[in-house]
């Protein structure tokens, strides 16, 4: 018998989990139909983006991604320490750029005057948007429910796109962490589709070793995104992609990932070298370390890393489609 989200993800047991969500029945409702023809890569892109606005609106940080052709991967880390420093106004900032929200809270954004019984009651409605912001179950939804109606709305049809609301596996140990994040990003060569991670498009490690991962590629993506976020000028930090234990963007109350950069990519590029059972491709074994390919010795990966995530320090961006 199925057990509830609530025993299943638990921010107190782990932060970490992998999680992933399939098209219904398969299908390659984001890549090409085979029988058709027809390309839905362009699907891939509306996934990709989402994920960057939402990662910035939520306290939970994304680490490693792969959208496919017809499912997607995540390993993301629940935050709720982030939620706890919002002010109230900054939680009802948030949401509303997802959401109308309740129609006190639309008053109460309008400038009207509140009397104590609404306000208290605005008190106690914040509070619940201050955990739903937390929510992983809340997050995959305001992911997955605004792709399908775009998705049908573009087919001109109705019914489900996603196969479930999504499945978890929670990650309890550094091993498991990186072990998942290294899976997430080999599923392109895996299958078949990308000769090396950094040629992966729509993956977290393309980001990283194009050196993508700044805050103007993601106001960049907020400006392409069709929803609500792309209309509003949002004074919420712009967050890019978990950091690791060697970036200079940490703050002291963060940990980062377990791993130094150039040791994870290291350790992905090897891992794609080998034969998996059941797996179409692999890294071809003939190349170059991923470091010599990206024309990097360890010293100047770490000084690039530390050039363009050194623009970031919380709270100095907004989140809004201006450049």
């Known amino acids: 018998m199925p057990r509830p989200r609530c025993q299943l993800v638990s921010a107190a047991d782990t932060p970490y989990y992998h999680v992933y969500s399939r098209c219904v029945r398969r299908a390659f409702l984001c890549g090409v139909d085979h029988h058709s023809g027809k390309s839905y890569g362009h699907r891939r892109g509306w996934i990709e983006d989402r994920l960057r606005v939402l990662s910035s609106l939520f306290s939970i940080d994304l680490c490693a991604y792969a959208v496919m052709s017809n499912h997607y991967h995540l390993v993301v880390k629940l935050c709720p320490d982030q939620a706890r420093e919002w002010s109230d106004d900054e939680v009802l900032t948030r949401w ?15 400038g009207e005057v509140l009397d104590a019984a609404e306000t208290a009651t605005l008190k106690s409605m914040t509070s619940v ?13 305001c992911l997955n429910e605004p792709i399908a109606r775009q998705a049908n709305a573009e087919d001109g049809c109705t019914g489900h796109f996603w196969e479930a609301r999504f499945q978890s596996q929670a990650l309890r140990s550094e091993r498991a962490l990186i072990t998942a994040m290294a899976y997430v990003d080999l599923n392109p060569v895996r299958a078949g589709i990308a000769k090396t991670p950094e040629d992966s498009e729509h993956t977290s490690i393309r980001l990283r ?30 967050k890019c992609l ?17 791993i130094r950069l150039s040791d ?11 034969m998996c059972e059941g797996k179409l491709g692999r890294i071809n074994p003939t190349l170059a370390p991923i470091l010599d390919r990206l024309g990097l010795n360890n010293d100047e990966w770490l000084t690039a890393t530390k050039k363009f995530r050194s623009h970031y320090r919380r709270g100095d961006l907004v989140l809004g489609c201006s450049a």
């Open 96 to 110: 509303t750029a997802l959401f109308n929200g309740p129609l006190l809270v639309q008053r109460y954004r309008a």
């Open 242 to 258: 978990a950091s690791f234990a060697d970036d200079s963007s940490i703050e002291s109350t963060d940990t980062g990932l377990p």
């Open 264 to 274: 994870y990519l290291q350790l992905v590029d090897v891992s794609g070298r080998q």
């Open 129 to 141: 948007l201050r955990s739903r912001l937390t929510s992983l179950s809340w997050f995959m939804k």
């Open 209 to 238: 070793t194009q050196g993508m991962d700044t805050p103007a590629a993601v106001r960049q993506a907020v400006a392409r995104a069709t929803n609500r976020e792309e209309l509003l000028h949002k004074k919420v930090a712009i």
